[in-house]
C-alpha cells in the first residue's frame, strides 16, 4: 500500500470534520514521503567488480536459499549487501569485509580451481560453515548482539550474514512473501489463531 | 528602544509542545488573541509525517541507523528508540545547537524541532496523579509541600481527558486515580493468562492497560486507531494525541492564534514599575531577525529546561539572579524518573495464539510499595510502577545464530517464545543539588548554553533494585520459565541517565512560600502576575508515573484562573 492509497483508506474511516481537518490536499510534499520513495535497493551500483557481486549473491543465496518461497537474489540481497557495505559500514568495518572477499577471491580458486561462485552448493555450504566455526568466538554470536547496533569488529561471514538476515526481513520481497505484511490492520486482535507453519508478521521489528 | 505601550496580543504562549498547545486552545477559546511562539520549524498534521507507513524497503539502509551521522549531530536523541531516519525530522541537531555535556556525568536533554514539539514523539503514557502523590513531599520530608492537592486539580484533569482521549481501565485504584476512559485496547492472551495467575499468587498487585492517549473511539476530526505501530512517525489520522492532531487545530478554528515558528525566545522583559513582564524578545532562528513582542500576560511552555533557561536569561537590575528568582530555586530541583528493564520473562504459554495489528502500547502495573506508610521490607521512601511489553521472539530478536540455508531461514521466519517484559519507572526525590544553570558558553544566536548537575540519589538506587526483586517475584508468580534481572544490585553509573527518561522537571517549582518555590498554586510567577510557567518546570515532586497529563491539567487550570483574573482587572 503506497501513502496515497492509505489516504485514501484513511479518508473512508474518518468521517464528516474529520476529513476536512486532516486536509488531503498534499501534493508538492508528497513527492518526499519515504513511503513513495524508491526502494532502497535501488541504488546505484559502483562498488564491487562482477566477480566480487557473484561471490555475494552466492553465499547470500546460501544464507537464505530459494525454497517454496523466495531467497536472498530474488529479495534484491545482494544489492542490499553491495550498498550497506558501500554507505554503512564504518571505515574499520569495511576493511574487514573488503579482506574477507578478496580471501574467498583468492583461496578459493587456488584451493578448488574455480571461484566460489562455481562450487556446487554442498562446497560453497562447507567454505561457509568452516569460515563461521573460525568466527565461533566472537562477540557477533555472544549474548544480546541483537540489542547491538553493529558489531565493529565482526568477521567477514558474519557480516555478511547479518546483511543478508536484515535485507531480506525488511525487503519486499521477504517481508511480502515469507514474512506476512500488514500495514494498515484497523483493528487488534490479541489471541489471533497461529497455525504451526504461519510467519510472523513483517512490522514486528520496526 | 522605544517602549511600546500597544498590547499586540492579549496573550503570548511560548513553545507549542503538550503545554503549549493546552494554554493555546485554552486561551483562543476563552476568546484571548494568542500569539504562540515555537523555536522549531513549521509542520503541517498529516503531510509533514514524512515516515508514516513507510515499509522498511523504503527507508534508507532498510531503517539501519546511520551511527556515524547520528553520534555526530544527534549523540543524545539517537539513543531513544522513536529515533530513526522516518523522525529524524522532528528532533533539534544537537550539533547545530549544543548544551555543556559533562563527560563524566551527562545529563540527557532531548528536544523537540518542530511546531507540536515532543507532543509528536511521545510516549503517550497518561495517568493521573493522586492525593498520595501530592503529600508525599510533606509526610517524608523530602522538598517542600504542594500548595494544592488532589480534589483541585481532578475537574482539570476530567477537562482535558475528555478532549485528548484516553484508553484504559477502571480500577478504581487510590493511588492511581482512574481517567475518563475510553474503551481499553484488547489483551494478549498470554496477558490474560498472566493476570489470573498474578490474582492468585500475587494479589498485592494490579495488572491494566497502560492508559494510553491513543483513541478507541473516533473523536471530532480524529479517528481511532488503525493499528499501523511507529506512532512516533507522526498519526495523519489524529489517533494518538499531539498538539498538532488535536489542540492547535482547536486554537486555529478560533480565528484567535497566530503561529510563529523559527521564533527562539531570547529573554522576557521586565518593567519594575508595574512589576509585569513588558515584552518576549525574539530570534528568528532562520533570518536572526530580532523582534519585541507585548501582551497582558505570558505562558512559558517551552519545555522544562527551555522555560528555565529564559528565565534564566532575563536578569534586570530587579531580578539580577533570573526572573522570578528571589527564591534562589530557580534551576534547583531537578527531577527525572529513572528507568529500565527490571525484569524480563521468557513464556511458552499460549503458543498457538499470535496477534492481528501492532497495539502500540503495553499494560501497567501500578504502584504496590509504600502505599499505607512505610512498607516494613523498604529501605526507601516512595515508589514504582512497571510498564510492560508483551513480545514473541522473531528474527529480530534472534539473527545472530549458527548455521545457513533452509532451516535458518525457516527458523527466523516463525514466531519463537513470549517475553514479558517488566519496565520500572521510578520516582525521584527532589535535591537542591540536582540543578541546571547557565554556563559562559554561548550557542549561534548569542544565548547562554544551559549545563546540567545532576546525579541520582541512594533512594532512586534503592527503588531501582526493589523493582528487579519484586520484578522477579512478579514473573515467576506469573509463569515465566526463565526470567533474566539486570538491576538487582544495579549501582548508580550503571543506571539510565538523569534525563534520559524525557520527564525532566521541577526547576521552578510551585509552593506558597515565595522564598522557597518560583511559582504559586496556579502556575503564576510569585511577585510577577502576568506570568505563568506551566511545563514540567513547576513540579514540585515526581510521582512516578509519566507526568504530561498533569501538565496538561495544570495548564488548563492557570489558563482559567488567568481569564478569571484578567476579567476582574487584577492581571
Known amino acids: 500500500m503506497n501513502r496515497r492509497e492509505f489516504m485514501q483508506c484513511a479518508a473512508i474511516l474518518v468521517s464528516g470534520v474529520g476529513t476536512r481537518q486532516i486536509g488531503f490536499a498534499l501534493s508538492r510534499e508528497q513527492e518526499v514521503y519515504l513511503a513513495t520513495a524508491p526502494d532502497y535497493i535501488s541504488g546505484t551500483l559502483d562498488y564491487l567488480t562482477e566477480a566480487q557481486r557473484r561471490i555475494i549473491a552466492a553465499m547470500a543465496e546460501t544464507i537464505i536459499p530459494r525454497t517454496d518461497t523466495p531467497g536472498a537474489i530474488d529479495a534484491g540481497v545482494p544489492r542490499f549487501i553491495e550498498l550497506m557495505a558501500r554507505d554503512w559500514l564504518n571505515d574499520g568495518e569495511r576493511r574487514i569485509f573488503e579482506a574477507g572477499l578478496a580471501d574467498l577471491q583468492t583461496r578459493i580458486p587456488a584451493e578448488f580451481g574455480k571461484p566460489f561462485d562455481e562450487l556446487p552448493p554442498g562446497e560453497q555450504l562447507a567454505v561457509m560453515e568452516q569460515l563461521e566455526d573460525s568466527a565461533s568466538d566472537s562477540e557477533w554470536y555472544g549474548f544480546a548482539n541483537v540489542q547491538r547496533q553493529f558489531i565493529p569488529d565482526a568477521p567477514f561471514i558474519c557480516q555478511v550474514k547479518e546483511l543478508t538476515i536484515y535485507g531480506f526481513f525488511t525487503s519486499e520481497v521477504g517481508a511480502t512473501q515469507v514474512l506476512r505484511h500488514n500495514p494498515m490492520p484497523m483493528r487488534f486482535d490479541g489471541d489471533y489463531p497461529l497455525g504451526p507453519d504461519d510467519s510472523t508478521w513483517a512490522e514486528s521489528g520496526l | ?571
Open chain 2, 1 to 571: 528602544m522605544i517602549e511600546s505601550t500597544h498590547h499586540d496580543f492579549d496573550a503570548i504562549v511560548v513553545g507549542s509542545g503538550i503545554s503549549g498547545g493546552w494554554a493555546a486552545k485554552e486561551l483562543t477559546e476563552k476568546g484571548l488573541k494568542v500569539l504562540v511562539l515555537e523555536r522549531g520549524g513549521d509542520l503541517q498534521h498529516g503531510s509533514g509525517y514524512l515516515g508514516e507507513h513507510a515499509p522498511a524497503w523504503k527507508l534508507p539502509y532498510h531503517g539501519k541507523k546511520p551511527r556515524e551521522l547520528y553520534e555526530e549531530e544527534y549523540p543524545m536523541a539517537n539513543r531513544v528508540y522513536a529515533f530513526s531516519e522516518a523522525t529524524r525530522h522532528y528532533w533539534l541537531n544537537e550539533k547545530e545547537n549544543p548544551y555543556v555535556v559533562d563527560d563524566k556525568e551527562p545529563f540527557m536533554w532531548i528536544r523537540g524541532n518542530k511546531v507540536g514539539g515532543r507532543s509528536l514523539i511521545w510516549g503517550r503514557q497518561t495517568y493521573r496523579w493522586s492525593e498520595m502523590d501530592f503529600r508525599a513531599n510533606e509526610k517524608d520530608g523530602h522538598g517542600i509541600p504542594w500548595p494544592l492537592g488532589y480534589d483541585d486539580i481532578a475537574p482539570w484533569y476530567s477537562h482535558v481527558e475528555k478532549f485528548v482521549g484516553i484508553n484504559g481501565r477502571a480500577e478504581g485504584l487510590p493511588q492511581l486515580p482512574d481517567s475518563e476512559f475510553q474503551k481499553p485496547m484488547p489483551w494478549m492472551a498470554l496477558e490474560k493468562t498472566i493476570e489470573s495467575r498474578l490474582k492468585k499468587k500475587a494479589p498485592d498487585v494490579t495488572l491494566t492497560n497502560a492508559r494510553t492517549a491513543i483513541l478507541t473511539e473516533d473523536l471530532p476530526g480524529r479517528s481511532a486507531c488503525h493499528y499501523c505501530g511507529p506512532c512516533h512517525r507522526g498519526c495523519s489520522t489524529g489517533s494518538y494525541f499531539s498538539s498538532q492532531a488535536s489542540t492547535l487545530p482547536a486554537a486555529r478554528a478560533t480565528g484567535n492564534m497566530t503561529l510563529r515558528p523559527d521564533s527562539l525566545v531570547e529573554r522576557l522583559e521586565h518593567d519594575p514599575a508595574t512589576g509585569r513582564v513588558s515584552a518576549v524578545h525574539v530570534i528568528d532562528t532562520q533570518t536572526r531577525e530580532r523582534t519585541r513582542f507585548t501582551s497582558r500576560i505570558v505562558f512559558l511552555c517551552a519545555s522544562t529546561v527551555a522555560s528555565t533557561q529564559i528565565l534564566m536569561n532575563s536578569k534586570s537590575e530587579a531580578y539580577p539572579n533570573g526572573l522570578a528568582n528571589r527564591s534562589g530555586v530557580l534551576g534547583h530541583y531537578m527531577m527525572d524518573h529513572t528507568l529500565g528493564i527490571s525484569s524480563m520473562g521468557v513464556f511458552l504459554d499460549n503458543m498457538d495464539s499470535y496477534y492481528y495489528g501492532n497495539r502500540p502500547t503495553g499494560l501497567y502495573v501500578p504502584r504496590f510499595r509504600n502505599l499505607d506508610g512505610q512498607d516494613e521490607d523498604a529501605d526507601f521512601v516512595r515508589g514504582y510502577g512497571y510498564q510492560t511489553a508483551t513480545l514473541r521472539m522473531d528474527w529480530t530478536t534472534g539473527f545472530n545464530k549458527k548455521g545457513f540455508g533452509a532451516g535458518l531461514k525457516d527458523s527466523l521466519r516463525k514466531p519463537g517464545p513470549w517475553i514479558f517484559a517488566l519496565a520500572g519507572f521510578t520516582e525521584c526525590l527532589p535535591q537542591k543539588s540536582n540543578r541546571m544553570y547557565l554556563s559562559n558558553k554561548v550557542d549561534r544566536f548569542g544565548m547562554p548554553q544551559v549545563a546540567f548537575e545532576m546525579r541520582w540519589s541512594d533512594n532512586e538506587v534503592k527503588l531501582r533494585r526493589d523493582a528487579a526483586r519484586h520484578g522477579r517475584r512478579l514473573q515467576r508468580a506469573a509463569g515465566a520459565v526463565f526470567t533474566m534481572e539486570t538491576e538487582m544490585e544495579i549501582t548508580r553509573e550503571e543506571m539510565s541517565l538523569p534525563g534520559e527518561g524525557i520527564h525532566e522537571m521541577g526547576t521552578a517549582r510551585m509552593g506558597n512560600d515565595p522564598n522557597e518555590a518560583v511559582l504559586n498554586k496556579w502556575n503564576q510567577a510569585h511577585g510577577i502576575d502576568n506570568l505563568f510557567v506551566t511545563d514540567g518546570s513547576f513540579m514540585t515532586s515526581a510521582s512516578c508515573v509519566n507526568p504530561s497529563l498533569t501538565y496538561m491539567a495544570f495548564t488548563a487550570r492557570a489558563c482559567d484562573y488567568a481569564v478569571r483574573q484578567m476579567g476582574e482587572g487584577l492581571i
